[in-house]
């Protein structure tokens, strides 16, 4: 299993179909979730960037980083830390797995 915070139930966000590099937006319980696919391994963390909420999934990939498409933090998908520069600022992740087609992401019972 990739990386993530695995508390919560999974749930499905559909049927995914990245290629190697690629991220894309899935919404689940009132949650907006970048999902990208790297070395094979879906990596999932929260959307909005906690800069000025860019979304991440239109984020420019480097191995296991992501840049925020509009100034550029780096996040690292494994951890949510921000990498570029060491303030604290983080994302969440989340667990992943497949189930047939379709992919599901560890959701935390918490509201959003
Ligand atoms: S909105 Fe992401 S770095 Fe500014």
Redesign the pocket.
């Known amino acids: 299993m990739p990386p993530g915070d695995d508390h919560g139930r999974f749930v499905s966000v559909g049927r995914l179909t990245l290629r190697d590099g690629e991220g894309v937006c899935v919404r689940a319980r009132n949650r907006a979730i970048a999902v990208f696919k790297v070395d094979g391994a879906l990596l999932a963390i929260d959307d909005r960037?906690p800069?000025?909420?860019?979304s991440l999934a239109e984020g420019e990939l480097d191995g296991h980083e992501v840049l925020?498409p509009?100034?550029?933090?780096a996040f690292d998908l494994r951890t949510g830390e921000r990498k570029d520069a060491p303030t604290g600022h983080r994302v969440r992740t989340y667990a992943t797995k497949r189930q047939g087609d379709e992919v599901l992401v560890a959701l935390p019972e918490e509201p959003v």
Do not use: F, V, Y
Not at 51 to 54: D, I, K, R
Not at 70 to 73: A, D, E, I, K, N
């Open positions: 960037c800069h000025q909420e860019a925020c509009l100034h550029c933090w």
